[in-house]
């Protein structure tokens, strides 16, 4: 069984461009979260879907970042305009719907350059 | 909010040695705990769960943890380090109503193995 994947696994853009992460989930999995790791500090909550629907995205820094789930499959996460403080590594996780214990299986980040 | 707190950055152990990393956490109700580890280049990969079933919580790759509602800690311990324990561990809480909730995570403790 696949795990969850994200691409890029780098990316590195100028002050003020755009990028946009993607996220593929753990088929069958309903719930999809996003975090990130700014350098050197904890891994931060930024926000939750359940299937296509925002349960939480009370960690998403500001409006420069949109996620989408269409479908409630994938997802993507937009920054724009990206900042030099969006630097950092994006996780995605993926879990059951009914999983006690929220066992959360992370894909392996997507690392972030702002310059 | 819930909160976590790692003791140390960086722990270094010599082969064969017992590995402990200490992590406490701060909850208003009973907390579902999770140790993460992070290997390089790789996702977080879960090492072992407590959800208010026993307080002694057995993992993978011979470790395990504690929970200890009174001193509110749940360190993770292996009698034996191996090369391949050196990695990143996170130490985490899951908040809310636990099921499917978003994890608030320590800083990170990065061990090192010595031969």
């Known amino acids: 069984e696949a795990g969850v994947t994200q691409f890029p696994s780098h990316s590195v853009i100028e002050k003020g461009q755009t990028v946009t992460l993607r996220c593929d989930p753990i088929s069958g999995h309903d719930n999809l979260y996003w975090y990130r790791r700014v350098m050197g500090k904890e891994i931060k909550f930024l926000l939750h879907?359940?299937?296509?629907?925002?349960?939480?995205e009370s960690g998403m820094p500001n409006n420069r970042f949109l996620a989408e789930r269409t479908g409630g499959t994938y997802s993507t996460l937009k920054v724009q305009p990206a900042e030099l403080e969006d630097s950092g590594v994006y996780f995605c996780?993926?879990?059951?719907?009914?999983?006690?214990?929220?066992?959360?299986?992370f894909g392996p980040g997507t690392r972030l350059t702002v310059l | 909010a819930q909160s976590v707190t790692q003791l140390g950055s960086h722990v270094s152990v010599s082969e064969g040695a017992l590995v402990l990393l200490r992590c406490n956490y701060s909850?208003?109700?009973?907390?579902?705990l999770f140790w993460y580890v992070q290997y390089p280049n790789q996702g977080l990969q879960l090492l072992l769960k407590y959800t208010s079933a026993a307080t002694l919580v057995k993992g993978i790759n011979g470790f395990e943890a504690e929970f200890k509602k009174s001193e509110t800690s749940f360190h993770l311990t292996k009698p034996s380090a191996h090369m391949s324990d050196a990695a990143e561990y996170f130490c985490?809480?899951?908040?809310?109503?636990?099921?499917?909730?978003?994890?608030?995570f320590g800083a990170g403790t990065t061990v090192t193995v010595r031969a």
């Open positions: 996780a993926s879990s059951q719907e009914g999983a006690w214990g929220n066992e959360q299986f």
């Open positions: 879907f359940v299937k296509e629907s925002k349960q939480d």
């Open positions: 909850s208003s109700v009973p907390p579902y």
């Open positions: 985490a809480v899951s908040e809310g109503l636990g099921r499917w909730d978003k994890l608030s």
